[in-house]
């Protein structure tokens, strides 16, 4: 079974697009995104919004002392 819906590689896709051509902004900063890991998050999350099928983030594990 799938992981990741049709919605979510549209929307990744889309991403990575705007990257190369140097027209994706981040979030609030609106600074322009040239990292291919950051294209593929804001796609996901983009894709989540919207109702497509992509598992849930993962949980950052905070270190004990």
């Not at 697009?17 to 796609?43: C, D, F, P, W």
């Amino acid at each position: 079974m799938a992981r990741y819906g049709k919605k979510a590689s549209q929307k990744v896709k889309r991403a990575m697009h705007e990257r190369k051509r140097g027209t994706l902004r981040s979030g609030r900063s609106g600074k322009k995104v040239t990292s291919r890991k950051q294209a593929i998050a804001i796609g996901l999350s983009e894709a989540r919004r919207a109702g497509g099928k992509v598992p849930k983030k993962r949980k950052t594990s905070s270190k004990k002392k």
